[in-house]
């Protein structure tokens, strides 16, 4: 259960704070994933990074920045959100092997509300 | 895109009777299909997959087929326990680190 971490674990913000996430894996893995997870819909694959390059962007708006500063770490920058944001941010790592899918590992989420 | 689309939605069944929750997909270049179980509360995590070289696979009370040419897979849950209820997500990739989820699958196990 603490392969994959993320802080916060909860997150209330008014529509022109900034704020970042953060998560943090101990798995050895060269791949990490932001997903957005909202009542009722499937999870969403917000961004990929493998080797600390960004290789999906799967349409997401500007106002969510990722980083990925080495590949145990990965943030989602936060800036003028809607309330429609508001869901629970899970961030994942796998091991890239030279293009092919392998198991995703999951953190336990940040569980945003916009305001 | 690949889209990805799960049934049913909601699953009850009685304690000890199975359980079946199919996933059809679009892209036939998908190739690894991942079956995820997230309890209330809890993070998503993997209870079993299966890639396109295997129609079938098991590991205890949990089973996955696949059928590569209806582009269809299913997973299949025997003597269902308490414990066993939580939402279930399929999903499918064609590689590259890109998976997409179905809408999910909330199971209720009645003791």
């Known amino acids: 259960e603490t392969g994959v971490t993320q802080t916060p674990r909860h997150l209330v913000m008014g529509m022109t704070n900034k704020k970042s996430l953060k998560c943090e894996q101990h798995l050895g893995h060269n791949a990490m994933y932001w997903y957005k997870q909202s009542a009722k819909k499937p999870l969403e694959l917000m961004f990929v990074?493998?080797?600390?390059?960004?290789?999906e962007n799967n349409s997401v708006p500007s106002r969510f920045s990722p980083e990925c500063p080495n590949s145990s770490h990965l943030f989602l920058h936060l800036h003028t959100l809607q309330p429609e944001d508001s869901a629970l941010y899970l961030c994942?790592?796998?091991?890239?092997?030279?293009?092919?899918?392998?198991?995703?590992?999951f953190g336990p989420g940040t569980r945003l509300t916009v305001l | 895109g690949e889209n990805v689309e799960q049934h049913p939605s909601t699953l009850s069944v009685q304690e000890g009777d199975s359980a079946v929750i199919k996933c059809t997909y679009s892209d036939s270049a998908s190739n690894y299909f991942p079956w995820y179980k997230q309890e209330l509360g809890k993070r998503p995590q993997l209870i079993i997959d299966?890639?396109?070289?295997?129609g079938e696979k098991k590991d205890q009370r949990i089973a996955v087929t696949l059928n590569k040419t209806a582009k269809h897979f299913s997973l299949h849950i025997t003597e269902t326990q308490p414990e066993d209820s939580a939402v279930y997500f399929c999903?499918?990739?064609?590689?590259?680190?890109?998976?997409?989820f179905g809408t999910g699958t909330k199971l209720q196990v009645i003791p």
């Open positions: 994942a790592s796998s091991q890239d092997r030279g293009g092919r899918t392998d198991t995703q590992y």
């Open positions: 299966i890639r396109s070289n295997v």
């Open positions: 999903a499918a990739s064609g590689g590259y680190q890109k998976v997409t």
């Open positions: 990074y493998s080797l600390e390059e960004r290789v």
